[in-house]
């Protein structure tokens, strides 16, 4: 079973520009969460989606946005780029959402380094 | 979510075992015991997950107090492979959420 897929594996863009991220789950999951990490902050939560729908919200600014489509694919959206944007953005996938979640393990993929100049 | 507390750093030497020591004093009933480990420049990977009762899976063991307000992640013998950044979390059976809320974590070593 090919794993979580997160492309682009590299990204460079500058301050005020938007860029565009894309997580392929493993197949047959329906949960995406996103997850941003910085040496200062550690690994922080962004956001969650389950059947096309957000379930919840870590504490980030509106810049932050994200979909997931019918096929469980899901993408993020940084507007308005800033530097301290710059970071590994991950996504995991995991087969069950909400409560019944924590009884199941999240499957992490590679993530995609964004540096903004 | 409960939040937990683990040392900053641990060196082990290769081959023998390695218990890594996760304290969550405040963890509700409902709450499972998950550890993930994270190796350089990849994404976090699941090690092992457990409620009450003791686990083991292939890649490690994890002993849980009998009152629940600590546990034990034990990596059986040590390999150069093991050197990462281990997460105890917390995830709560009867809440919404279906995050991962990451701590610092424990730095391993592994020496040859």
């Known amino acids: 079973k090919a794993g979580v897929t997160q492309t682009p594996r590299y990204l460079i863009k500058t301050r005020g520009q938007q860029v565009t991220l894309s997580c392929s789950p493993i197949s047959g999951h329906r949960s995406v969460s996103w997850y941003q990490q910085t040496p200062g902050q550690g690994l922080q939560f962004l956001f969650e989606y389950f059947s096309e729908t957000q379930r919840n919200k870590g504490n980030f600014p509106g810049r932050f946005s994200g979909r997931q489509f019918s096929n469980s694919r899901s993408e993020m959206n940084v507007s308005t780029l800033e530097l301290g944007d710059s970071a590994l953005y991950l996504c995991?996938?995991?087969?069950?959402?909400?409560?019944?979640?924590?009884?199941?393990?999240?499957?992490f993929g590679p993530g995609t380094r964004l540096t903004v100049l | 979510d409960a939040k937990t507390t683990q040392p900053n750093s641990m060196e082990s030497n290769e081959e023998e075992p390695v218990h890594l020591p996760c304290n969550h004093s405040t963890i509700s009933g409902t709450d499972y015991i998950h550890w993930y480990l994270q190796l350089p420049s990849q994404g976090p990977e699941y090690v092992i997950h457990g409620l009450t009762s003791n686990v083991n899976n292939r890649m490690a063991s994890l002993a849980i107090a009998e009152d629940r307000k600590s546990s034990t992640l034990i990596l059986h013998r040590a390999t150069l492979r093991d050197a990462a950044v281990y997460y105890c979390?917390?995830?709560?059976?009867?809440?919404?959420?279906?995050?991962?809320?990451f701590g610092k974590g424990t730095k391993l070593s592994v020496k040859p």
């Open positions: 979390i917390l995830r709560d059976d009867g809440g919404s959420q279906g995050n991962l809320i």
């Open positions: 995991a996938s995991s087969f069950l959402s909400t409560g019944l979640a924590a009884n199941n393990e999240q499957f």
